[in-house]
């Protein structure tokens, strides 16, 4: 009998979860240009590309790209010729991202669309399907993401939404943190949502993650 821990965490992460160049190089550069250190743990981003080639994805989402780390690993999940769309508010973060996009030689299939995620996600519901969705950003919405996410991933899709543990926060009955009380609203309603299978991938500060059967 074992428990999952820190250290095998770390072995884990060591064994699996190997920065190339690239990966190493956007790791480090995001928060030495002043972006906050809140990338995915690189467990968690090589679970996201995994995620993304067993569901078979071209088309991907992220709702929140940050310095681009994480979508970096959707992107390298994707099948030949797969596209991600990543949604960023901030033009700061953007320009940072896509510059690490060009770096990875990813600028011709991942996309940075600038703006409020609330405001972008209409114009993405007239075209193709998903097939992997990441959402990372505005805990207020994340219930409002994943009932988008979950009108417009086919079946046998992927939605995903990260720091489903808000660092451990989500035990608390009844926490004064308002972010964590959205996240805990997401979680208990996808456990309870007929349409996926679910669970918590427990890496990094956990990963809810949906498959979805049924419409
Ligand atoms: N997924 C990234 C981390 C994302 S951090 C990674 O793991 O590498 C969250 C990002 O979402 C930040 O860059 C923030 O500016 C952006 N964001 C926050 N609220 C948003 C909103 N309402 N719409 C779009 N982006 C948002
Ligand atoms: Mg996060």
């Not at 991907?60 to 970096?72: F, K, R």
């Not at 959402?135 to 219930?143: G, R, S, W």
Request: with cysteine.
């Amino acid at each position: 009998m074992t428990t999952y821990n820190h250290n095998l965490n770390q072995y884990n992460a060591n064994l699996f979860a190997v920065h190339d160049e690239i990966l190493r190089f956007v790791w480090e550069n995001t928060p030495k240009k002043g972006l906050p250190p809140i990338s995915v743990r690189p467990e968690e981003g090589r679970f996201l590309q995994i995620l993304a080639r067993m569901c078979g994805a071209s088309q991907a989402l992220e709702i929140g790209t940050l310095g681009g780390y994480s979508a970096i690993w959707i992107a390298r999940g994707l099948l030949p010729g797969g596209q991600l769309i990543t949604i960023e508010k901030d033009a700061y973060h953007a320009e940072i991202a896509r510059r690490h996009f060009e770096a990875a030689g990813l600028q011709s299939s991942v996309e940075v669309r600038v703006g409020e995620a609330v405001e972008i996600l209409p114009e993405l519901s007239a075209g193709q399907p998903f097939d992997f969705v990441f959402i990372d950003a505005d805990k207020p919405n994340y219930e409002h993401y994943y009932d988008w996410a979950i009108e417009h991933v086919r079946i046998g899709g992927v939605i995903t939404a990260h720091n489903a543990f808000r660092g451990g926060a989500v035990l608390q009955s009844n926490p004064s943190d308002e972010a964590t009380r959205n996240v805990q609203a997401l979680n208990r309603r996808v456990a309870a949502d007929t349409r996926v299978l679910s669970t918590i991938y427990p890496a990094g500060d956990g990963t809810l993650v949906a498959l979805k059967v049924r419409d």
